[in-house]
């Protein structure tokens, strides 16, 4: 019995004093590996279609108005995609050039250069995320465009509750018109109003 107690209560001290640690250690991840990770996501992104650095390159020019001199120093450097993206977002707020950021190692540690720089670098990180939502839903975008068009689909009509297709299977030309009344009323009395 006090075996049972003894074990009890060292099971409720554990878990007491355990929750708020673990709680607290299960923070957010390290600012410089989310940035990493964002940017290696991106690199994952570009490297799976032949298309993709298509779109890279006009969501580039659109979202943060990257140049196409800088675009091209930075595929004859042989940089990737993610670290393009990131040197981009950085020239959007710095408005340094990607030579000038190289030469200041940027590309090794965007994390740090950020910080330098006086930027957030917890907001780059998320930009760089929502980059890459925009280039995976236009990928997306561009794919069920290229199926549309190599598939001729012919349009349907508009049903509306199925209506059409009643209408449709109605000849209207063949109806007859009643030949007599339908409804007889024998009851004697006024038939409307006024009338007698």
Known sequence: MTIRRTFLGLLLLVLLFGVPLFAAGSGNAEPGAVLTSAISRLDHE????????????????????????????????KLNWGQITALSFIQ???????????????PRDFWSYAENAGMNSTKMARSLDGFLKRVERERNSRIFDSLRASRRVHALPDLGNGFGLFQEALDFRRIDSPRGPTKVHEIPGELGKGTK
Request: net charge negative; hydrophobic share 40%; charged share 25%.
């Open 46 to 77: 570009a490297s799976n279609n032949n298309e993709t650095p298509v779109v890279f390159v006009y969501l580039l020019r659109k979202e943060f108005g990257t140049g196409e001199a800088e675009l091209k120093w930075a595929l004859d450097q």
């Open 92 to 106: 959007a707020t710095t408005g340094r050039s990607f030579a000038e950021m190289s030469r200041d190692n940027a």
